[in-house]
């Protein structure tokens, strides 16, 4: 199981996993979807339910990699799988991300 704190402009607003069996949750952090001012940090994640989960990383996760040749350029320096797009978002979506989301990965 991999997981990663989901940051929203600095402040924390919830958690990626990863199971084992390669399903995925967002949960989000109960004081961010407590916080009416706070919004969702994706149209396809609303803060009408704490908990989504899916078969597939989140297509707004995976819009957060990079495409084309700088992926494959990332992934072989990396030494990371080409479908392990988690990994992937686990390497690279901590600092220098489009947009206010940052992902920090928990060891």
């Not at 607003?13 to 961010?32: I, Q």
């Not at 989504?52 to 819009?63: D, K, M, R």
Request: charge should be negative; charged fraction near 20%; glycine fraction near 4%.
């Amino acid at each position: 199981m991999r997981s990663a704190e989901v940051y929203c402009k600095g402040i924390l607003a919830g958690l990626l996993t990863e199971s084992n069996n390669r399903t995925y949750e967002f949960k989000y952090d109960s004081v961010y979807f407590a916080d009416d001012s706070k919004p969702s940090i994706s149209l396809t994640l609303p803060k009408n339910q704490m908990v989504h989960t899916s078969e597939y990383l989140f297509p707004f996760f995976c819009n957060l990699l990079s495409e084309g040749a700088n992926r494959t350029v990332q992934q072989r320096q990396l030494k990371i799988d080409e479908n392990d797009f988690f990994g992937l978002l686990l390497a690279t979506a901590q600092y220098d991300t489009i947009g206010a989301i940052t992902i920090k990965p928990i060891f």
